[in-house]
Each structure stands twice: as structure tokens, then as C-alpha cells.
């Protein structure tokens, strides 16, 4: 949060959007300064709502990977001062150039595309680009040593998402390994869920089951609404109930602990 707050880092410029822009591993100061614009909820719910209210130094999902995946797209991460030498395999936050300040204004008219974008061009052509320097790195956390979200219960994590009052459907991907839709829904590993049938289980939910790790299962095919997170035998109900009279944030997520795996 004090990093957004004084410039040293925009949202984007590590790897808060890597899950739209993969496998770029960041944005300049200037696609960073108007990804709100193309994005536009997204945008909310990953910066707005999440990034630039963490008063933590939590680290969070490289991507919102499926449980069992193998490559650094697995980790988790948070940002540390340039001068920490162990990335464990993160990198530097490359160093920007200034843009023209008038495209704040540009955008604020909310003109036609077909009128904008040759303006902006012209404003960005003109503008005699200044180096913005930055003292930061992103560096991959390590069990034991790094606060991981996914080393948190899910309650305290879900009651996280709540406090900063964030598209918590959103924070439980942040944090945990996924059951991936569509192939796997709530809808399809309830009746085993709900007999304790752990053979007939996909066997990723099987592996997250054995080892007590939550893993994140969406009901709905397109993983936009309700979720289920299982921790060996717990479950927990993550619901969307997103309006124009509560929001989207904490308030639009209620949330409670379910009956444990067989007792359905």
C-alpha cells in the first residue's frame, strides 16, 4: 500500500497483472498508468481493491494456477528494496520514462478511440521522455522464511479479503492453487465430495486433500461467482452476492465454514 501511495511502484509494474498480460512480467509507467482503462472492473479487482490496500507484506499467487503446477508460475511473491540480493529467482523493477501528463486529461474527456488515439500520439511524440527511476525488486517468497497467503487458514485469509474490503472471490485466487473449471466445478466433485469418495475424486483434489493444502474449486464453469475451498477435510462456502446496493467488495463475498468432506 506505502509503495503505491508514494510513486516508487505503479500497479502493473511487477507482477500484479501477470495473469492478464503473461508472459510479460510487467508493464512501463505508461501502460501502468492507464491499464484502468482497458481493464476497467478487472483493474478494480486486482489493484483497486486488493493490491493498493495491502497494509502487509503478505506474498501473494504469481498466477492462479491450477494445483500441481510445477514451474515458478506456482510461487508467490512481494516486493523488496533493490538492494536485497536473493531474489530466489525474482527480478529487478526495470527502470521507466516519463509520459506526457496531458494524456491524464486525454482520458479524462472519455473522447471516441478514433479521436483519442491519434491525439494521444501526437501528445506522446511531442513529450521529451525523462528517466523515473525505482529502488525496487519483486523477488519469489520461500516457505518458512516469507509471509505466503497460502500458508494462512482459510478463514483468516477470507476474514483478509473482508478487512480490506476486497473482491474476495478475488483474494482466494490471490492465494490459493486452483481445481480448474471447466473441466472440474463444485458441481461435478460434489457427490464425492459429499460421500467422502476420495478415489473418485479428480486427482488433483485428491493430492490437495492428502497433503491439507486449501484448494480453491469454482461453481461456476467461467470461475466468475460462488467458490468452494477444501483444506483436507474442511470446507469452506465463499458466495457471490455482488450488487449495486452492497458493492462488490467485502460486503458483495459472505462467506462461512461448511460441513467437513462425508458429512454433506
Known amino acids: 500500500k506505502e509503495l503505491y501511495e508514494a510513486q516508487r511502484v505503479l500497479c502493473g509494474e511487477g507482477l500484479e497483472l501477470y495473469e492478464i498480460i503473461k508472459p510479460r512480467t510487467n508493464l512501463s509507467l505508461l501502460e501502468s498508468a492507464f491499464s484502468h482503462v482497458p481493464l476497467g472492473f ?13 497494509d502487509n ?23 523488496v528494496s533493490s538492494k536485497c540480493a536473493d531474489l530466489n529467482g525474482g527480478q529487478p523493477v526495470s527502470q521507466k520514462e516519463s509520459y506526457p501528463q496531458s494524456l491524464h486529461w486525454l482520458a479524462w474527456l472519455r473522447l471516441p478511440a478514433w479521436v483519442a488515439q491519434p491525439i494521444a500520439g501526437v501528445l506522446i511524440q511531442l513529450h521529451t521522455p ?24 482459510p478463514m483468516d485469509v477470507l476474514e483478509l479479503g473482508r478487512g480490506m474490503d ?7 485466487k490471490i492465494a490459493y ?10 458441481d461435478k466433485v460434489k457427490a464425492a465430495v459429499t460421500a467422502g469418495d476420495i478415489m473418485n475424486m479428480p486427482k488433483p483434489l485428491q493430492d490437495a486433500i492428502a497433503a491439507k493444502v486449501p484448494i480453491v474449486i469454482d461453481v461456476d464453469p467461467e470461475g466468475h461467482t460462488h467458490q468452494r475451498i477444501v483444506r483436507g477435510s474442511e470446507i469452506y462456502e465463499l458466495e457471490n452476492a455482488c450488487s449495486a446496493e452492497v458493492g462488490c467488495g467485502g460486503k458483495g463475498w459472505p462467506f462461512r465454514r461448511g460441513r467437513d468432506v462425508g458429512e454433506l
Open 166 to 172: 476486497s473482491v474476495i472471490g478475488y483474494v482466494s
Open 177 to 186: 492453487s486452483r481445481l480448474m473449471p471447466p473441466e472440474h466445478t463444485w
Open 42 to 54: 478487472t483493474y478494480y479487482e486486482f489493484c483497486q481493491s486488493f493490491f493498493k490496500r495491502m
Open 130 to 153: 525523462q528517466p523515473v527511476p525505482r529502488d525496487l525488486s519483486w523477488k519469489l517468497c520461500t516457505k518458512g522464511q516469507d509471509s505466503r497467503l497460502r500458508d494462512m487458514a
Open 57 to 79: 507484506s503478505h506474498c501473494v499467487n504469481v498466477a492462479m494456477h491450477p494445483y500441481g503446477t510445477q514451474d515458478w508460475t506456482a510461487e508467490q511473491w512481494c516486493y
